[in-house]
């Protein structure tokens, strides 16, 4: 079987490394356009960045705007706020909102390519600045994929998909995710859960490489996401959050997300619920849709998770899929759309939406139509 596997070039992963993020970039920039959100700015969290980049002779430009499920308007500022401070480098310090801004902003800052020119795959023309990327929470991965998601200005989500979009390093400090409350502990580290998932079950691109680091993601997210939940500043519990969400993001930059990610996107989009969360309220119900396309590899995953079970695949595929759902239950995170603003009277636009995420339904193991995703929808409200 022919596959190819692309990843980011240099990764650092060490606790306390943001504290030297001058080091590390220099030489690739000198002006760096930091691209972060407000309240890790005024939370003290970016200052040691700022510092290093400083103490390393650059000359840093701090862009605090982003917001989540990054909006169009946004990430056009961000672009033209990179241009005026004749920033020759991108540093994407924060969730995945921030990453993918930086992204963004690191492939059109110096195009004459205009935001909705570039969504889709490989509609990305020429060189990118250099750019590095940071990520504070241990869920989107987003510090080694090709992937920026953004939020237009009709409440759809597109996403941007390119070789280019790869960053020059990945910087992965777990002492950056300390403290991360609960309910974004549990979001986030679902949300990485479901790529390893996914990633692992997808119908185009699957491989042996990302088939690997599929299962060791799972198996450290799984192992460890109630303990960060519950101990917040716990180093080691943090250190394998991270280390799973960033090969969870190696596998699905490879093997692609599908039916989990197509059914959260317009929740985000219309609804501003929080990304990890999103994919979260749709793990399981998208699971058990799936089953009887995927319950040979369901039942693979749940060896890797410790779920109990004897006899055939359906059986241990079960299994999986009730372990998933009380790993997600333990957490505390919420389980019904009802708990984010949602009515029966929402879900037939979102169905709709659903099925205009084409890019993600072709990978679903089990072919998702409008009725399938209304239903699905309706099992969680």
Avoid: W
């Amino acid at each position: 079987m022919g596959f190819v596997f692309k990843t980011v070039p240099h990764i650092v992963f060490e606790t306390g490394a943001a504290a030297r993020i001058g080091e590390i970039v220099a030489g690739r920039m000198t002006r760096p356009f930091l691209v972060t959100d407000r309240f890790l700015l005024d939370s003290g969290l970016v200052a040691p960045a700022l510092d290093s980049l400083k103490a390393a002779g650059l000359t840093p430009t701090v862009f605090s705007e982003v917001a989540a499920d990054p909006p169009a308007p946004i990430v056009r500022r961000a672009i033209e706020a990179a241009r005026a401070a004749g920033a020759d480098g991108v540093i994407g310090l924060g969730g995945g909102s921030s990453m993918d801004t930086a992204k963004i902003v690191a492939v059109l800052m110096n195009s004459d390519q205009h935001l909705e020119e570039i969504y889709g795959v490989g509609a990305v023309r020429g060189a990118r600045a250099p750019l590095a990327l940071a990520p504070t929470t241990a869920g989107t991965g987003s510090e080694v994929t090709d992937i920026a998601v953004i939020t237009t200005e009709d409440d759809q989500k597109m996403g941007v998909v390119a070789d280019q979009l790869f960053a020059d390093v990945a910087v992965l400090d777990a002492a950056l995710t300390l403290g991360l409350p609960r309910a974004a502990t549990a979001a986030t580290g679902i949300d990485a859960m479901v790529h390893a998932i996914e990633a692992y079950t997808t119908k185009l691109k699957k491989n042996p490489i990302s088939d690997m680091l599929a299962r060791e993601a799972l198996s450290l997210l799984a192992n460890n996401i109630v303990r960060a939940c519950e101990a917040p500043d716990d180093l080691a519990a943090r250190e394998a959050m991270l280390r799973g969400a960033m090969l969870a993001g190696q596998a699905f930059a490879n093997a692609p997300v599908a039916a989990v990610h197509a059914m959260a996107y317009p929740i985000g989009a219309l609804f501003h619920v929080p990304h990890g969360l999103s994919n979260a309220l749709m793990l399981a119900p998208v699971l058990r849709f799936n089953l009887e396309a995927a319950a040979p590899l369901y039942a693979e995953l749940g060896d890797v998770i410790g779920a109990e079970a004897t006899g055939g695949f359906v059986e241990r595929a079960d299994a999986f899929i009730a372990k998933i759902a009380q790993i997600c239950a333990s957490t505390g995170v919420e389980q019904r759309l009802s708990q984010v603003g949602i009515s029966h009277n929402d879900l037939p636009r979102m169905a709709e939406d659903v099925m205009k995420i084409t890019r993600l339904l072709q990978n679903n193991p089990r072919e998702l139509t409008y009725d399938d995703a209304l239903r699905l929808y309706a099992e969680v409200l």
